[in-house]
C-alpha cells in the first residue's frame, strides 16, 4: 500500500544551519597562524627582491633570510649552516630520507637497509617504500608497542641483523595521530653507536617539547611552520654538518646546493617569528594544553564511558594537546561527519584516498583491529584552544557517538 | 552526487527550496582510476573532484561514502552471477533497489537524515484521493526518463526519496546548470554499465566467468555453430552470432532462449521471439495495493522501450502472471516488468519466464 510521505522539517533545518563558532580542535592537521606571524609575512609580502641577487634588494632579502635561519637554528639546538629551508615537513623527509639513502649507497652499496617506524607520516613511508620499488632499497619496519612506542632494544635488535647494511633510520619525534613521543635521544645516540644515519621527522613535536639536533645527536630532523603557527609552504630539514645527502632538487645551488629553488623569504621570515613565540612559551603552553586536554580526555569518557584512549598515558610520553579514541561501534568518518554537522572539527587522522578514509596504519600497527581503527578520531589542541572548546566537544560527543552506532548496525 | 549534472543540478535545488542538504559522493569502484574517459564508466577520481566542485558552489557539506564492497556484493557479483545463469540483469535497478535507496538510506536514516534526493529524471506525486501518499511517475521528458530503473523501489523507499528533475527536460536541466554556475554543464552523460568502464561487457564477463563453450543449436536441436560463453548473449539478440550455414529459409536467426547449465543457445527466426506470456516474480507495489486479481496495466519490459497493453494477476505464488494483448519479442529473464498506469507507476517483478 502507499504510505504516507513524513514531512521534511525544513523549518527546524533551516535554523541548523546557521552554525555556531567553529569548535575547531584538528590543530594536528594544521594550526591558525599567531598574529606576529601573518604581520611579519604581510609586511615582507610588500617587498621584492630575490635573496639570491647580488644587488641591494638582493641582499635586503638575504638578509631576511640569514636572521631568520639564525633564529630557528638556535631554537633547535643547530648551527645556521645546518638548517636547510625546504617547502615543508614532506619536502624535507624526502630530502632526509632519499638524499641521505643515495649517499649511503653512493658510498657502499651494501647499505640498503631503511629502518622506519611502522607508525611514521607517510611522508616517511612512501619514501620508504619508493625506494624500495625503483631505488633497491630493503625497507625494514620497526615494530611497535600497544602504545606506539619504539623501543631502543628493538632498534638495538634490528641493526644487529646485519650491522653494515643499514643505509638510514627514520623514527619521528612524536606521532602525529596518537601523540605518543618516542625516545629520541636514547635511538639517536643508538645509530650514532653504529655511525648509521638517523633522521627524526619532529613536525609535530617541535612546539611542544625540546627538539635539538645537538643534543640527540641526530643526522637530521624534520621541521615545519605551518604546524606551530607559522605559514604553510615552508619547513626545513636540520642537517648535521658532515652529511651530505643527494638533493632531490636540482637547480640555482640554493642552500649550499643541497635544495636549489628560489627561497619564500616572506614564508621564513613569519616561519621565524613563529618558532620564536611558541619556543619563548613552549612550557608554559604545553602545561596549559596538557590541563585541557586532561580535561577533554574527562568528559569524553564520562559521555562515553566505553571509549578507548589510544597511545602513550597522558604525561611526558605524549604531545600535550593530543587525544585519540577508539569508540565501538561506531565508524570514525560517521562520527566526524555528525561532529562536523554541529560545528566541532576534528579528524579521523587517517590518509585520504579520494575522500575515503583507510584504516589508520598506526592503530593497525599498534595492533588495534580493523574495526577500531576505523572507529577512532583524534582531537588536537592548539596555541587558540580554550575551555568552551572542550566542553563543546563534551556536550556533543555522546548523542553523536549514539547515532554513528545506529548507522553502523 | 556523481559528479554529474543531474545531481548537481538536483542538489542545487534541494538547497534553494530551503532542506538542510549534504551533499555525498558513493565510491563504488575498489580501484577507481583518476580521470573520466569519454562519458563510460563513473566515479573516478575526477568525478569526486566534480561533485565535491558542485557541492562547493551550492554551498553545501560535502563528504564522500565508501560503499565499493557493499556495491561489489549487491550489484557487480550479482550481474556476473543472473548472466551465468543465462539472465539479463539490470544492474542500475539492483543499484537504486540495494544501494541508493537502501545501503544509503539506510545510513543517512541513522545519522538523522530524512530522505535521499538524486538527479533521476523522474516525479513524485500523491495518488489520486490519497492525499499525503507518494507514487512514481515519469520524467516530462520521455527519453531521458528514468522511472523504470526506480520501478523497483517499495512504497516506504519513496516515502523518503525527492527528484527534484522530474519536471524538466534534460537540455534545460544542462541550461540550469550553466546559469547556476556547476562546471558539469558540459560533462557528458555516463551510459551503459557504469562499472565497465571500456564499454566492453562481453571482455569483463569473460574475465569473471572464464571460457565456457557450447554450442549454438536450432529449436529442432541441430547444432550450427559453437560460442565461447553463453554469457555473451541475451534474448532477441541478432548480431554477432557467428554461425557458419545459413538458415534453412535464408532468413536471420535470434537468440531464442539461453541454457547455461549445458550451455546451450538456442537460435530461431524472428516470429520464435513472440512472447505472448510473462511470468515474474517478487513483485513490488509502490503505486497501488497488490492487486487481488486481474490488473489491467500497461507493462514496460526494458529500460528505453515502448509500454505493451497487458492484464496482470497473481499466480498464487507470490508471484504475478502477466498476459500481453499482443506479442512482444526480445524478453529476457533477469529483466525488470514495470507496471504503469498512464504516467504512473504501479509497481514491478523481475522476469522469470516468457512463453
Known sequence: ?409 | MSGGVDSAVAAARAAEAGHDVTGVHLALSRNPSSYRTGARGCCTLEDARDARRAADVIGIPFYVWDMADRFHADVVADFVAEYARGHTPNPCLRCNEKIKFAAVLDRAVALGFDAVCTGHHARLEPVPGAPGSTRLVRSVDPAKDQSYVLGVLTADQLSRAMFPLGDTTKDQVRKEAAERGLGVADKPDSHDVCFIADGDTSGFLRRHLGSAPGDIVEADGTVIGTHDGSYGFTIGQRKGLHIDRPAGDGRPRFVLSIEPVSRTVTVGPAEALDVFEIEASRPVWSGCAPPAGPLPCEVQLRAHSDVHPAVCEPDGDGGVRITLREPARGIAPGQAAVFYDGDAVLGSATISRAS
Open chain 1, 1 to 409: 500500500m502507499t504510505a504516507q510521505r513524513p514531512e521534511v522539517r525544513t523549518a527546524q533545518r533551516a535554523e541548523a544551519r546557521t552554525l555556531p563558532a567553529l569548535v575547531y580542535l584538528d590543530h594536528a592537521a594544521t594550526t591558525p597562524m599567531l598574529p606576529a606571524a601573518l604581520a611579519a609575512m604581510t609586511e615582507e609580502l610588500a617587498q621584492a627582491g630575490n635573496a639570491s641577487s647580488l644587488h641591494s634588494a638582493g641582499r635586503r632579502a638575504r638578509r631576511v633570510v640569514e636572521e631568520s635561519r639564525e633564529i630557528i637554528a638556535e631554537a633547535y639546538g643547530a648551527r645556521p649552516s645546518e638548517v636547510v629551508f625546504t617547502s615543508g615537513g614532506t619536502e624535507a623527509d624526502n630530502l632526509a630520507l632519499k638524499g641521505l639513502y643515495w649517499a649511503r649507497v653512493a658510498a657502499d652499496p651494501r647499505q640498503r637497509r631503511v629502518l622506519a617506524s611502522a607508525t611514521e607520516h607517510h611522508a616517511v613511508l612512501d619514501c620508504v617504500r619508493w625506494l624500495a620499488e625503483h631505488e633497491g632499497a630493503e625497507a625494514d619496519c620497526l615494530e611497535v608497542g600497544p602504545a606506539g612506542d619504539v623501543s631502543p632494544a628493538a632498534l638495538a635488535d634490528a641493526i644487529e641483523t646485519d650491522p653494515a647494511s643499514v643505509g638510514v633510520i627514520s623514527v619521528m619525534w612524536a606521532n602525529n595521530e596518537v601523540g605518543t613521543v618516542q625516545p629520541i635521544a636514547e635511538l639517536a645516540a643508538l645509530a650514532a653507536e653504529y655511525q648509521i644515519p638517523f633522521h627524526s621527522d619532529a613536525v609535530q613535536a617541535a612546539g611542544q617539547l625540546p627538539v635539538s639536533l645537538a643534543t640527540t645527536g641526530a643526522t637530521a630532523l624534520t621541521i615545519t611552520a605551518h604546524k606551530i603557527g607559522g605559514p604553510v609552504g615552508v619547513g626545513a630539514l636540520l642537517l648535521a654538518k658532515g652529511a651530505h645527502p643527494v638533493p632531490v632538487l636540482h637547480g640555482g645551488g640554493q642552500e649550499r646546493d643541497v635544495r636549489s629553488g628560489t627561497l619564500d623569504v616572506p614564508a621564513i621570515r613569519a616561519f621565524a617569528v613563529a618558532v620564536q613565540v611558541a619556543t619563548g612559551r613552549r612550557e608554559d603552553e604545553a602545561k596549559r594544553q596538557a590541563a585541557l586536554r586532561d580535561d577533554l580526555i574527562a568528559q569524553v569518557k564520562a559521555a562515553v564511558p566505553d571509549a578507548i584512549l589510544n597511545g602513550a598515558a597522558p604525561g611526558p610520553g605524549r604531545l600535550a594537546g593530543n587525544a585519540h579514541f577508539s569508540f565501538p561501534g561506531c565508524e570514525g568518518d560517521a562520527l566526524l561527519m555528525l561532529l562536523d554537522a554541529r560545528g566541532i572539527a576534528c579528524s579521523t587522522g587517517s590518509a585520504c584516498t579520494a575522500g575515503v578514509a583507510q584504516p589508520s596504519h598506526v592503530l593497525l600497527a599498534m595492533g588495534a583491529d580493523e574495526a577500531r581503527a576505523r572507529g577512532s578520531l583524534r582531537f588536537s589542541l592548539g596555541h587558540c584552544s580554550e575551555q568552551s572548546d572542550v566542553d563543546a566537544l563534551g556536550a556533543a560527543i555522546g548523542e553523536a557517538v549514539e547515532r554513528a552506532r545506529r548507522a553502523a548496525r
